[in-house]
């Protein structure tokens, strides 16, 4: 059974920096044909893709917001790590990881999501 | 960065009707890279169809999907009390840049 869980901080400061873990099971990082996506969405709004990752370690982030974000991975440890500096509160939302399949870029399988809040 | 426009915003329709939600996108895209996600309330997305029409694993056959170029479509042709929901579609481009729709709310009328 293919799982992916989100960990990380309910509350987070103005300016501070948000780390976020994506742990997945039931594949592996090392899979060529499937990658690691993160996605936010702030209340009673859209979708908003983030960042992926995949195998070889490609990655690509969300232009508006690609100075404030880092994607990494660790195989080993079947983790995705998502970090976004200088956090605002329109930066409030729910943020999901899914994984990303490379056949047709769609995402098959998400994580419940994990609800971060901006406030001082 | 391609944008992608859904259309209408909310659509009012009973049990048993059909529904047609539209996504126009600013500038041509794969087919191959539109796919189209379903939302519930408190509940993370779930992807209905794949390369513009290939329905993903335990989709009902009533959920289809059609266009080519900027214009996609997800027609639900009866629909069920449990298809009441927010559907969002999604491209992948060129960059590569990865985005989604506003959305298309399905309202019991």
């Known amino acids: 059974q293919v799982t992916l869980k989100e960990s990380g901080p309910v509350l987070v400061k103005p300016t501070e920096t948000l780390t976020l873990t994506c742990t997945v099971s039931g594949f592996s990082l090392s899979n060529a044909r499937m990658g690691v996506s993160w996605i936010r969405q702030p209340p009673g709004k859209a979708l908003e893709w983030l960042a992926h990752i995949f195998s070889n370690d490609e990655k690509s982030y969300s232009t508006s917001l690609k100075s404030r974000l880092t994607i990494s991975k660790d195989t080993s440890k079947s983790q995705v790590v998502l970090t976004m500096t200088n956090m605002d509160p329109v930066d409030t939302a729910t943020y999901y990881c899914a994984r990303i399949r490379t056949h047709h870029y769609g995402m098959d399988v998400w994580g419940q999501g994990t609800t971060v809040t901006v406030s001082s | 960065e391609i944008v992608l426009t859904q259309s209408p915003g909310t659509l009012s329709l009973s049990p048993g009707e059909r529904a047609t939600l539209s996504c126009r996108a600013s500038?041509?895209?794969?087919?191959?890279?539109l796919a189209w996600y379903q939302q519930k309330p408190g509940q993370a997305p779930r992807l209905l169809i794949y390369?513009?029409?290939s329905r993903a694993t335990g989709i009902p056959d009533r959920f289809s999907g059609s266009g080519s170029g900027t214009d996609f479509t997800l027609t639900i042709s009866r629909l069920e009390p449990e298809d009441f929901a927010v559907y969002y579609c999604?491209?992948?481009?060129?960059?590569?840049?990865?985005?989604f729709g506003g959305g298309t709310k399905v309202e019991i009328k």
């Open positions: 999604q491209q992948y481009g060129s960059s590569p840049q990865l985005t």
């Open positions: 390369g513009a029409s």
């Open positions: 500038q041509s895209v794969s087919s191959s890279y």
